[in-house]
């Protein structure tokens, strides 16, 4: 075998501790024995279905669940790509995301059924969908039971006739700035390395034996509060998994305060994945609510990533566990260690404040490294640990991955000052990239949809600061003569075609974009003003 496999790896603690927890998900408790069965059924249904190939690709659409990393464990063994598929697209946007993904099969929670019904047979290339019962309705015509796949499952771990390698790929979607979602292509053994690099112990060359002997030491239980389909929970998942651990995920389908503190206390919980103030906020008002009666000292770590962080939250949270360590981690899914903050009982940073990771660095628009201390804007760069590209995007793989000083780097928009001390101030991805409860929006996208609605000349789409996302996506637009602001209609029509949370939160009308003679506009202008009149 060539490089570190997922697939492999999890087979291995299955082996080692089969009867320790790996999911649990309310009531439901899946022991290692137990997934590496059920994933063996699964991926000995996707290699039964004639024509599927090596590194095909399974979309998988749903919530959090056990069959999300389950049915995740089956692909990687089949030696198939998992796509992830954002629960709040619409179905314009679901075709866009599984044609362009080249999709042969989608996984997928009952309650989408709707959503796949109206598009489905504009996709002929998915060979299967396998339907996870959620309680929502009966199974489709057009789909198969997955539960039943999962119940023939056997002892025998299953691959495909090609095998596996390190080369297999873990594919991310992400946003563009076309507001497009593309996938980023990354080898799992490049992954591998991300996670050997807080596990020293982990050799280099592929070693499964050592992999055996450290899965029976004490298990590590991570919660990722943040959606399984985004890289946040993606990554966190991995690395406990690939510790032999055990993941706990919340049964809401929107993020509930009170629900994780009740779970960390039920569960033993160690260590978090949020992002950001969305969810640190509701929180601390839970702990605070129930000061003298939560017990969250189980836990030792929370990982941010994806949004801003405040120094104020990290205090609250302390407040009420000064033991843990919050770490706020600056990546992309194209970019990972890219800087991060620690902040612990003794002391918390800054806001925005990252110390720069060692394979980071930051560069001006000509590729000269910015000096710290100068002020000067730049393009944070990350090198040594890179995915291969965008999937069908050989411009924008072009675009993001440049070589400065003779290697390659990966510079996926997010721009910074480097302080006198070497330390990062954050800016924010790209100029107008606005982050609203951990979801990226390029505002192109909006607003190219707000302009279709005949009362709107012009539009401008940027992030208001809103305590409970972070960001609020906010429309600035320009009327029509005489036409007046429905913003209820507005809102409808722009929901009609994109997901929710890209939707415009707030509208204000202003007299005049502004846009200057090339056409473009005064975002951080039109930001103050949306931010004065809302």
Request: aromatic content about 8%; some cysteine.
């Amino acid at each position: 075998m060539t490089g570190w496999n997922f697939a492999d790896v999890w087979e291995t603690n299955a082996a080692a501790v089969p009867e320790r927890d790996v999911l649990v998900h309310g009531d439901t408790h899946i022991s290692w024995g137990e997934l590496n069965r059920r994933a063996n059924g699964v991926a000995a249904s996707l290699l039964a279905i004639d024509g599927m190939a090596q590194q095909d690709k399974v979309a998988q659409y749903m919530y959090n669940c056990a069959e999300f990393m389950e049915s995740q464990f089956a692909i990687f063994k089949a030696g198939m790509v998992p796509v992830n598929t954002n629960y709040r697209y619409t179905e314009s946007e679901l075709f866009y995301l599984w044609d362009n993904a080249d999709a042969v099969a989608v996984v997928f929670h009952g309650m989408f059924t709707e959503h796949i019904e109206h598009i489905h047979e504009r996709l002929p290339d998915i060979k299967v969908f396998l339907w996870v019962d959620d309680g929502s309705g009966p199974c489709p015509s057009w789909a198969t039971p997955y539960e039943a796949a999962a119940l023939e499952g056997t002892e025998d771990n299953v691959s495909g006739p090609w095998g596996r390698s390190g080369d297999d790929l873990y594919m991310l979607y992400t946003g563009g700035t076309t507001g497009k979602p593309k996938g980023v292509m990354w080898p799992q053994d490049e992954l591998m390395k991300i996670y050997r690099a807080g596990n020293p112990e982990l050799p280099e060359e592929v070693d499964l034996d050592h992999v055996a002997a450290k899965a029976t030491g004490p298990a590590r239980v991570g919660t990722p509060c943040c959606p399984l389909m985004h890289g946040t929970g993606a990554f966190t998942s991995h690395s406990v998994m690939h510790s032999a651990g055990t993941i706990v995920t919340l049964t809401n389908h929107h993020f509930e305060a009170d629900e994780l503190i009740d779970t960390v206390e039920r569960e033993g919980v160690n260590t978090l994945a949020i992002v950001g103030d969305a969810f640190a906020k509701p929180i601390v008002r839970a702990l605070d609510a129930r000061r003298g009666t939560a017990d969250i000292s189980s836990l030792v770590t929370i990982t941010s990533s994806g949004v801003i962080w405040s120094q104020e939250t990290k205090e609250g949270l302390l407040r009420h566990n000064p033991n843990m360590t919050l770490i706020d981690a600056f990546s992309s899914s194209e970019a990972l260690g890219m800087g991060q903050s620690v902040s612990t009982g003794t002391g918390t940073v800054k806001t925005a404040k990252f110390e720069l990771g060692e394979r980071a660095i930051v560069v001006d628009d000509d590729n000269n490294r910015v000096t710290p201390g100068s002020g000067q804007i730049g393009r944070v760069a990350v090198r040594g640990i890179l995915p291969i590209g965008y999937f069908k995007d050989p411009e924008k793989t072009a675009g993001t991955f440049i070589t400065i000083e003779g290697e390659r780097f990966s510079t996926p928009g997010d721009y910074a000052t480097v302080e006198a001390d070497g330390s990062l101030t954050l800016l924010g991805r790209g100029s107008v990239c606005i982050n609203t409860g951990g979801e990226k929006v390029f505002p192109e996208e909006v607003e190219e949809r707000l302009k279709t609605h005949p009362s709107i000349h012009d539009a401008v789409v940027v992030g208001v600061p809103d305590e409970r996302f972070g960001q609020a996506v906010t429309g600035v637009v320009e009327l029509e003569r005489d036409a007046a602001l429905d913003v209820g209609a507005v809102i409808a029509h722009v929901r009609a075609e994109l997901a929710g949370y890209k939707t415009p939160k707030r509208l204000v009308a202003i007299d005049t974009i502004g846009r200057a003679a090339n056409g473009k506009v005064d975002y951080k202008r039109l930001s103050t003003y949306a931010a004065s009149n809302t």
